[in-house]
Structure formats: structure tokens, C-alpha cells
């Protein structure tokens, strides 16, 4: 079973919802991100967070909000969104995360929040 | 851009036969790992490997790191339905700081 865990597992949206995505995790973890993931595609970073503060920044519309109130929590808001942006959302956690060192660069998924915008 | 190319993209094979992904790269990782994810679920770690030339074996999978640390293999011996899925590499990119994917390998095993 994934450490990490993301709420909902579903959510269908009209392109005028407000709704957010939320992750935890309880390792301990100081560095949290957020992944897109199209259907047989590899995951596509969005968003990466290190001792709760945003670190890397992936050109993401506006229309996709992070936030990391502590160390333990993630959230993703959405609002406005199109039709294209219909994937699954997977949080991930790692130890620690640094640009220029490899150190606990192991990533633990959690198992994704499937969203449709209709 | 460090890119990681694996091979094939797909993959259909008969239950018991013998296979191997490749993931390929001109460019040197510090680590990869092995990730299987099934249809709905997020990316389970199979493998990391750090070291050049080092072979590590999961049950019936068998995971190579090329000695100078650019490319790995993943072999899987007698395969199952169980082992149907998406298998993906993934190596650190010191430069950008983040993981680099492979585009995958969607793998089916038929009984």
C-alpha cells in the first residue's frame, strides 16, 4: 500500500468548478510534487515543493494553483480548467529534494486522483 | 534536454516466454529507478540502481545499470498476466534537478 495518499480518487469538473486535489503523506518527507499523467504516457512534472516552499515551477497555466501548507500536505486547485487537462494527478513524495544532488531522489507515488473536465 | 529513450513501446507476449525493456541515454544518471503501474493506479517502485555494472533481482525480474551509468535493462523471466502492465524508468537529472521519465513500456502478458 502507497504511503501517499490522494483525495478524491474521481472527480468530474465543469469548466466553471472550483475543486482542489489533496495529498498526504506521513514519512517524513520534505519535498512533495505534483505529476500529470495522460492514459499509456509517462508522468509529466508540474509543480515541486521542498520544505513547503515552491522550488520548481513547470510553465503550468494559472489555472492550476499549488499549495503546501506544511510538510506533510499538498493541494492542487483548480479552476477554470479545459477539456485537454483530463488526466490522472499523482502526488509523489521524496526525503529531500535538491537541484544538484541525486540524494533521495527514489520517488513514492501515490495512487492519483483521476479528474474529467467536461 | 536529458532524454531517456525506452524500447519497444508496447509489448504482447504469451505467459511463460522470456522478455526485456531497455531504457537508453547519451547522457550519465546518478541513479534510475523502476517503476510498474497499473491501469488506475499510480507508479509502484520496483528498483533503484546507483552504482555502473550493478545487477539487482526482484523474484523473477532482473534489473541491469549499464557500467557507465547512461542506460539499464530490465529482464523478466517466465512472465505472468500478473506482470501485465506499464513499466517505466526514471533518472535523476542533476543539471534540472528532477526526474527523467521514459516514454514507458506498456507490456501484456496473455495467459
Known amino acids: 500500500d502507497t504511503e501517499v495518499t490522494q483525495t478524491p480518487k474521481h472527480l468530474v469538473m465543469g469548466m466553471t468548478n472550483k475543486k482542489s486535489l489533496k495529498c498526504e503523506q506521513h514519512m517524513g518527507h520534505r519535498a512533495m510534487y505534483w505529476y500529470k499523467q495522460k492514459a499509456k504516457k509517462p508522468p509529466e512534472l508540474m509543480f515541486v515543493?521542498?520544505?513547503?516552499?515552491?522550488?520548481i515551477n513547470e510553465s503550468v497555466p494559472s489555472r492550476f494553483s499549488p499549495e503546501c501548507p506544511n510538510s506533510s500536505l499538498l493541494n492542487l486547485h483548480l479552476h477554470a480548467l479545459q477539456p485537454e487537462d483530463s488526466a490522472l494527478y499523482l502526488c509523489?513524495?521524496?526525503?529531500?529534494?535538491?537541484?544538484?544532488?541525486?540524494?533521495?531522489?527514489?520517488?513514492?507515488f501515490g495512487e492519483g486522483s483521476w479528474l474529467t473536465v467536461v | 534536454t536529458q532524454l531517456l529513450e525506452q524500447s519497444p513501446q508496447f509489448l504482447s507476449i504469451q505467459e511463460g516466454e522470456n522478455l526485456t525493456v531497455y531504457c537508453n541515454s547519451s547522457s550519465v544518471f546518478s541513479s534510475l529507478q523502476w517503476y510498474r503501474q497499473e491501469p488506475g493506479e499510480g507508479p509502484v517502485l520496483l528498483v533503484t540502481?546507483?552504482?555502473?555494472?550493478e545487477v539487482k533481482k526482484l523474484k523473477r525480474l532482473t534489473f541491469q545499470f549499464g557500467d557507465a551509468r547512461k542506460d539499464s535493462s530490465l529482464h523478466i523471466t517466465a512472465a505472468q498476466p500478473g506482470d501485465t502492465g506499464l513499466y517505466l524508468c526514471?533518472?535523476?537529472?542533476?543539471?534540472?534537478?528532477?526526474?527523467?521519465f521514459g516514454d514507458g513500456t506498456t507490456l501484456t502478458v496473455k495467459p
Open positions: 509523489a513524495s521524496t526525503p529531500r529534494w535538491d537541484r544538484s544532488r541525486s540524494f533521495g531522489n527514489t520517488i513514492y
Open positions: 526514471a533518472g535523476f537529472n542533476t543539471n534540472a534537478g528532477k526526474s527523467t
Open positions: 515543493y521542498s520544505y513547503e516552499k515552491l522550488s
Open positions: 540502481v546507483v552504482t555502473g555494472g
